[in-house]
Protein backbone atom coordinates (compact mmCIF):
# COMPACT_ATOMS: atom_id res chain seq x y z
CA UNK A 1 0.00 0.00 0.00
CA UNK A 2 3.11 2.09 0.92
CA UNK A 3 6.49 2.54 -0.08
CA UNK A 4 8.98 0.95 2.81
CA UNK A 5 10.58 5.00 2.84
CA UNK A 6 6.77 6.60 3.12
CA UNK A 7 5.72 3.96 5.86
CA UNK A 8 9.15 4.64 7.70
CA UNK A 9 8.47 8.37 7.32
CA UNK A 10 4.40 7.66 8.52
CA UNK A 11 5.63 5.63 12.05
CA UNK A 12 9.23 7.46 12.91
CA UNK A 13 7.23 10.96 11.86
CA UNK A 14 3.82 10.28 14.00
CA UNK A 15 2.60 13.10 15.04
CA UNK A 16 0.36 11.92 17.92
CA UNK A 17 1.22 13.12 21.15
CA UNK A 18 1.54 10.50 24.49
CA UNK A 19 -2.18 10.78 24.98
CA UNK A 20 -3.29 10.36 21.22
CA UNK A 21 -1.52 7.11 21.37
CA UNK A 22 -2.47 6.21 25.14
CA UNK A 23 -5.99 6.60 23.07
CA UNK A 24 -5.51 4.67 20.38
CA UNK A 25 -4.16 1.57 22.05
CA UNK A 26 -7.03 1.61 24.56
CA UNK A 27 -9.45 1.74 21.60
CA UNK A 28 -7.47 -1.35 20.03
CA UNK A 29 -7.91 -2.99 23.56
CA UNK A 30 -4.54 -3.23 24.07
CA UNK A 31 -3.38 -1.04 27.43
CA UNK A 32 -2.18 -3.62 29.94
CA UNK A 33 -1.10 -6.67 27.74
CA UNK A 34 2.50 -5.58 27.15
CA UNK A 35 1.85 -5.66 23.41
CA UNK A 36 3.71 -1.86 23.35
CA UNK A 37 6.03 -1.31 25.87
CA UNK A 38 6.37 2.46 27.41
CA UNK A 39 9.59 2.89 25.82
CA UNK A 40 7.56 1.38 22.36
CA UNK A 41 5.21 4.33 23.01
CA UNK A 42 8.11 6.70 23.12
CA UNK A 43 9.91 5.95 19.57
CA UNK A 44 6.83 6.41 17.89
CA UNK A 45 7.30 10.07 17.57
CA UNK A 46 10.30 12.42 17.01
CA UNK A 47 8.25 15.60 17.39
CA UNK A 48 5.47 17.49 19.54
CA UNK A 49 3.28 18.32 16.55
CA UNK A 50 -0.27 17.89 17.40
CA UNK A 51 -2.18 15.21 14.85
CA UNK A 52 -4.44 18.22 13.88
CA UNK A 53 -1.88 20.16 12.73
CA UNK A 54 -2.77 21.06 9.13
CA UNK A 55 -1.07 20.34 6.05
CA UNK A 56 -0.75 20.70 2.69
CA UNK A 57 -2.62 18.26 0.94
CA UNK A 58 -0.60 15.61 -0.78
CA UNK A 59 -0.85 12.47 -3.23
CA UNK A 60 -1.63 9.45 -1.55
CA UNK A 61 1.01 7.57 -3.86
CA UNK A 62 3.70 9.94 -3.04
CA UNK A 63 6.74 8.49 -1.14
CA UNK A 64 8.27 10.91 0.11
CA UNK A 65 5.30 12.87 1.80
CA UNK A 66 5.25 14.48 5.59
CA UNK A 67 2.09 12.23 6.50
CA UNK A 68 1.49 11.30 9.82
CA UNK A 69 -0.17 8.09 11.10
CA UNK A 70 -3.01 9.94 11.81
CA UNK A 71 -3.45 10.80 8.56
CA UNK A 72 -3.29 7.14 7.80
CA UNK A 73 -5.69 6.55 10.24
CA UNK A 74 -7.98 9.27 8.51
CA UNK A 75 -7.53 7.95 5.14
CA UNK A 76 -8.98 4.70 6.66
CA UNK A 77 -12.10 6.74 8.51
CA UNK A 78 -13.29 8.25 4.95
CA UNK A 79 -13.87 4.64 4.02
CA UNK A 80 -15.13 3.16 7.00
CA UNK A 81 -17.49 6.09 6.61
CA UNK A 82 -18.41 5.61 3.36
CA UNK A 83 -19.08 1.74 4.22
CA UNK A 84 -21.06 2.62 7.10
CA UNK A 85 -23.16 4.73 5.54
CA UNK A 86 -24.19 2.11 2.70
CA UNK A 87 -24.88 -0.89 5.25
CA UNK A 88 -26.86 1.57 7.37
CA UNK A 89 -29.03 2.85 5.43
CA UNK A 90 -29.51 -0.57 3.71
CA UNK A 91 -30.81 -2.18 7.09
CA UNK A 92 -31.96 1.04 8.84
CA UNK A 93 -32.63 3.86 6.37
CA UNK A 94 -31.33 5.92 8.74
CA UNK A 95 -26.99 6.50 8.40
CA UNK A 96 -24.56 7.23 11.57
CA UNK A 97 -25.63 9.46 14.16
CA UNK A 98 -24.53 13.04 13.64
CA UNK A 99 -22.60 12.57 17.00
CA UNK A 100 -20.03 10.16 15.06
CA UNK A 101 -19.38 12.37 12.23
CA UNK A 102 -18.00 15.48 13.22
CA UNK A 103 -14.31 16.19 13.02
CA UNK A 104 -11.81 18.20 11.45
CA UNK A 105 -12.25 19.28 7.56
CA UNK A 106 -15.68 19.68 5.90
CA UNK A 107 -18.63 17.34 7.02
CA UNK A 108 -21.08 16.48 4.45
CA UNK A 109 -24.58 14.91 4.15
CA UNK A 110 -25.25 11.67 2.52
CA UNK A 111 -27.25 12.01 -0.92
CA UNK A 112 -29.29 8.91 -1.87
CA UNK A 113 -29.77 5.64 0.21
CA UNK A 114 -33.03 4.07 2.50
CA UNK A 115 -33.84 0.16 3.12
CA UNK A 116 -33.82 -2.56 1.66
CA UNK A 117 -36.47 -4.26 1.30
CA UNK A 118 -34.76 -8.30 1.59
CA UNK A 119 -36.46 -11.38 0.55
CA UNK A 120 -33.63 -13.57 2.08
CA UNK A 121 -33.50 -13.76 5.77
CA UNK A 122 -30.07 -14.68 5.72
CA UNK A 123 -28.91 -11.95 3.66
CA UNK A 124 -30.97 -9.24 5.53
CA UNK A 125 -29.00 -10.76 8.70
CA UNK A 126 -25.59 -10.96 6.86
CA UNK A 127 -26.66 -7.35 5.88
CA UNK A 128 -27.16 -6.31 9.43
CA UNK A 129 -23.91 -7.85 11.15
CA UNK A 130 -21.78 -5.64 8.39
CA UNK A 131 -24.05 -2.83 9.26
CA UNK A 132 -22.76 -3.22 12.80
CA UNK A 133 -19.34 -3.81 12.10
CA UNK A 134 -18.47 -0.74 9.81
CA UNK A 135 -20.27 1.14 12.35
CA UNK A 136 -17.76 -0.30 15.49
CA UNK A 137 -14.75 0.47 12.63
CA UNK A 138 -15.75 4.17 12.69
CA UNK A 139 -16.45 4.50 16.44
CA UNK A 140 -12.67 2.55 16.60
CA UNK A 141 -10.88 4.97 13.94
CA UNK A 142 -12.57 8.02 15.55
CA UNK A 143 -11.63 7.05 19.55
CA UNK A 144 -8.35 6.56 18.29
CA UNK A 145 -7.85 9.47 16.23
CA UNK A 146 -9.05 11.80 19.10
CA UNK A 147 -10.10 15.42 18.48
CA UNK A 148 -7.15 14.30 15.02
CA UNK A 149 -10.93 12.09 13.84
CA UNK A 150 -11.38 13.83 10.19
CA UNK A 151 -15.45 15.06 9.92
CA UNK A 152 -17.50 12.52 7.54
CA UNK A 153 -17.21 14.12 4.27
CA UNK A 154 -20.24 14.00 1.44
CA UNK A 155 -20.99 11.01 0.28
CA UNK A 156 -23.11 9.98 -2.57
CA UNK A 157 -24.92 6.71 -2.85
CA UNK A 158 -27.31 8.17 -5.99
CA UNK A 159 -25.64 8.62 -8.83
CA UNK A 160 -22.23 7.45 -8.07
CA UNK A 161 -23.73 3.95 -8.28
CA UNK A 162 -25.47 4.62 -11.80
CA UNK A 163 -21.42 6.15 -13.20
CA UNK A 164 -20.14 3.09 -11.68
CA UNK A 165 -22.85 0.30 -13.33
CA UNK A 166 -22.62 2.15 -16.79
CA UNK A 167 -18.90 1.64 -16.40
CA UNK A 168 -19.32 -1.94 -16.06
CA UNK A 169 -21.66 -2.21 -18.61
CA UNK A 170 -24.44 -3.43 -16.19
CA UNK A 171 -27.35 -0.38 -17.65
CA UNK A 172 -27.64 1.54 -20.63
CA UNK A 173 -26.85 4.91 -20.98
CA UNK A 174 -29.61 6.94 -19.39
CA UNK A 175 -30.94 4.47 -17.11
CA UNK A 176 -30.20 4.33 -13.20
CA UNK A 177 -29.03 1.64 -11.06
CA UNK A 178 -30.43 1.93 -7.41
CA UNK A 179 -28.66 -0.04 -5.31
CA UNK A 180 -31.62 0.02 -2.30
CA UNK A 181 -33.99 -1.28 -5.02
CA UNK A 182 -33.72 -5.15 -4.19
CA UNK A 183 -31.86 -7.50 -2.38
CA UNK A 184 -29.68 -8.40 -5.55
CA UNK A 185 -29.08 -5.05 -6.44
CA UNK A 186 -27.68 -4.02 -2.99
CA UNK A 187 -25.61 -7.68 -2.91
CA UNK A 188 -23.80 -6.08 -6.17
CA UNK A 189 -23.14 -2.49 -4.28
CA UNK A 190 -22.02 -4.46 -1.29
CA UNK A 191 -19.59 -6.11 -3.63
CA UNK A 192 -18.36 -2.65 -5.56
CA UNK A 193 -17.04 -1.91 -1.68
CA UNK A 194 -15.68 -5.18 -0.10
CA UNK A 195 -12.67 -6.08 -2.10
CA UNK A 196 -11.53 -2.90 -1.95
CA UNK A 197 -11.62 -2.69 1.89
CA UNK A 198 -9.65 -5.86 2.02
CA UNK A 199 -6.73 -4.84 -0.77
CA UNK A 200 -6.43 -1.69 0.99
CA UNK A 201 -5.59 -2.84 4.29
CA UNK A 202 -3.97 -5.89 3.06
CA UNK A 203 -1.49 -3.90 1.45
CA UNK A 204 -0.60 -1.44 4.14
CA UNK A 205 0.28 -4.65 6.58
CA UNK A 206 4.06 -5.97 6.02
CA UNK A 207 4.87 -2.45 5.92
CA UNK A 208 3.65 -1.80 9.88
CA UNK A 209 6.53 -1.93 11.97
CA UNK A 210 4.66 -1.24 15.46
CA UNK A 211 2.56 -3.59 16.83
CA UNK A 212 -0.37 -2.08 18.04
CA UNK A 213 -0.95 -0.74 14.53
CA UNK A 214 -0.52 -3.66 12.92
CA UNK A 215 -2.53 -5.23 15.17
CA UNK A 216 -5.38 -2.98 14.65
CA UNK A 217 -5.09 -3.46 10.97
CA UNK A 218 -4.89 -7.28 10.93
CA UNK A 219 -8.28 -6.87 12.78
CA UNK A 220 -10.08 -4.47 10.76
CA UNK A 221 -8.67 -6.79 7.43
CA UNK A 222 -9.55 -9.75 8.66
CA UNK A 223 -13.38 -8.80 9.42
CA UNK A 224 -13.49 -6.95 6.21
CA UNK A 225 -11.95 -10.23 4.46
CA UNK A 226 -15.20 -12.02 6.22
CA UNK A 227 -17.21 -9.47 4.43
CA UNK A 228 -16.42 -10.23 1.41
CA UNK A 229 -16.47 -13.94 1.73
CA UNK A 230 -20.11 -13.58 2.60
CA UNK A 231 -20.77 -11.38 -0.38
CA UNK A 232 -19.04 -13.26 -2.94
CA UNK A 233 -20.39 -15.84 -1.45
CA UNK A 234 -23.99 -14.94 -1.88
CA UNK A 235 -23.53 -13.49 -5.62
CA UNK A 236 -22.19 -16.40 -6.77
CA UNK A 237 -25.46 -18.80 -5.71
CA UNK A 238 -27.35 -16.57 -7.73
CA UNK A 239 -27.72 -17.06 -11.52
CA UNK A 240 -30.83 -14.24 -11.75
CA UNK A 241 -32.89 -12.14 -10.06
CA UNK A 242 -31.59 -8.89 -10.95
CA UNK A 243 -34.93 -7.12 -11.34
CA UNK A 244 -35.99 -4.98 -14.20
CA UNK A 245 -34.47 -1.18 -13.96
CA UNK A 246 -32.59 -1.10 -17.35
CA UNK A 247 -30.09 -3.56 -16.24
CA UNK A 248 -28.75 -5.74 -19.10
CA UNK A 249 -28.73 -9.34 -18.03
CA UNK A 250 -29.87 -11.33 -15.01
CA UNK A 251 -26.93 -13.55 -14.01
CA UNK A 252 -25.08 -11.80 -10.89
CA UNK A 253 -21.92 -14.12 -11.73
CA UNK A 254 -21.60 -12.68 -14.78
CA UNK A 255 -22.49 -8.93 -13.14
CA UNK A 256 -19.93 -9.23 -10.76
CA UNK A 257 -17.36 -10.17 -13.49
CA UNK A 258 -18.20 -6.53 -15.49
CA UNK A 259 -17.88 -4.71 -11.87
CA UNK A 260 -14.45 -6.45 -11.20
CA UNK A 261 -13.29 -5.38 -14.78
CA UNK A 262 -14.49 -1.87 -14.30
CA UNK A 263 -12.81 -1.81 -10.85
CA UNK A 264 -9.58 -3.31 -12.53
CA UNK A 265 -10.03 -0.33 -15.44
CA UNK A 266 -9.32 2.30 -12.68
CA UNK A 267 -6.44 1.13 -10.41
CA UNK A 268 -3.65 0.83 -12.99
CA UNK A 269 -2.56 -1.23 -15.55
CA UNK A 270 -2.03 -4.46 -13.96
CA UNK A 271 -5.35 -7.23 -14.17
CA UNK A 272 -5.72 -8.29 -10.37
CA UNK A 273 -9.04 -7.48 -9.76
CA UNK A 274 -11.60 -11.09 -9.86
CA UNK A 275 -15.45 -11.41 -10.22
CA UNK A 276 -16.76 -14.57 -8.61
CA UNK A 277 -16.30 -17.06 -11.10
CA UNK A 278 -13.15 -17.24 -13.31
CA UNK A 279 -12.94 -17.98 -17.00
CA UNK A 280 -14.19 -21.33 -16.96
CA UNK A 281 -17.24 -20.02 -14.92
CA UNK A 282 -15.73 -22.09 -11.51
CA UNK A 283 -16.29 -20.27 -8.34
CA UNK A 284 -13.99 -17.81 -7.34
CA UNK A 285 -15.09 -17.01 -4.27
CA UNK A 286 -11.57 -15.87 -2.63
CA UNK A 287 -9.79 -13.71 -5.05
CA UNK A 288 -5.99 -14.32 -4.97
CA UNK A 289 -2.90 -14.42 -7.07
CA UNK A 290 -0.96 -17.48 -7.74
CA UNK A 291 0.52 -18.61 -4.64
CA UNK A 292 -3.11 -18.17 -2.71
CA UNK A 293 -2.32 -14.42 -1.90
CA UNK A 294 -4.84 -11.58 -1.60
CA UNK A 295 -3.28 -8.83 -3.64
CA UNK A 296 -2.86 -4.84 -2.79
CA UNK A 297 -3.74 -1.46 -3.67
CA UNK A 298 -1.99 1.77 -2.64
CA UNK A 299 -4.25 4.18 -1.02
CA UNK A 300 -4.27 6.22 -4.71
CA UNK A 301 -5.61 2.84 -6.44
CA UNK A 302 -8.39 2.87 -3.84
CA UNK A 303 -9.49 6.47 -4.47
CA UNK A 304 -9.34 5.58 -8.08
CA UNK A 305 -12.07 3.38 -7.67
CA UNK A 306 -14.27 5.45 -4.99
CA UNK A 307 -13.63 8.45 -7.20
CA UNK A 308 -14.59 6.77 -10.03
CA UNK A 309 -11.97 8.08 -12.36
CA UNK A 310 -8.24 6.80 -13.67
CA UNK A 311 -6.79 10.20 -13.39
CA UNK A 312 -4.98 11.54 -10.94
CA UNK A 313 -8.05 13.74 -9.19
CA UNK A 314 -9.27 14.89 -5.64
CA UNK A 315 -13.13 14.31 -5.73
CA UNK A 316 -15.68 12.50 -7.84
CA UNK A 317 -17.74 9.21 -7.32
CA UNK A 318 -18.78 8.19 -3.98
CA UNK A 319 -16.67 11.34 -2.36
CA UNK A 320 -17.99 14.43 -4.44
CA UNK A 321 -16.42 16.57 -2.29
CA UNK A 322 -12.76 14.42 -2.00
CA UNK A 323 -12.02 12.85 0.83
CA UNK A 324 -10.99 14.52 4.18
CA UNK A 325 -7.13 14.65 5.31
CA UNK A 326 -3.73 14.57 4.08
CA UNK A 327 -4.26 11.52 2.38
CA UNK A 328 -6.53 12.62 -0.70
CA UNK A 329 -5.57 12.15 -4.27
CA UNK A 330 -5.65 8.94 -6.56
CA UNK A 331 -3.35 7.83 -8.52
CA UNK A 332 -2.39 8.97 -12.10
CA UNK A 333 -2.97 5.85 -14.27
CA UNK A 334 -3.80 7.17 -17.13
Known amino acids: MFGKRYAASMITRSAENDQDRRRFLKAAGMTGLGVVGAGALGSLATGTASAATVRPAVSA ?21 LEAEFYLHAVTGRGLADAMTTGTGARGGVTGGRAVRFESKTVRQ ?14 FLRSALGSAAVARPAIDLQSSFTAAAQA ?12 FACEENFLLAAFLFEDVGVTA ?45 GLLGRDLREASVKLSNARDSLDGPSDDDQGVIDSRGNANIVPTDGNGIAYSRSPGQVLNIVYLTPKAATSGGFFPNGVNGDVNTSAGNS
Open 201 to 245: YKGAAPLISNKAYLEAAAGILAVEAYHAGNIRSQLYERRGGILGL
Open 126 to 139: YAQEIAADEKDHVQ
Open 61 to 81: AAASAEVSDGAVLNFALNLEY
Open 168 to 179: AGLVKSGHSFDA
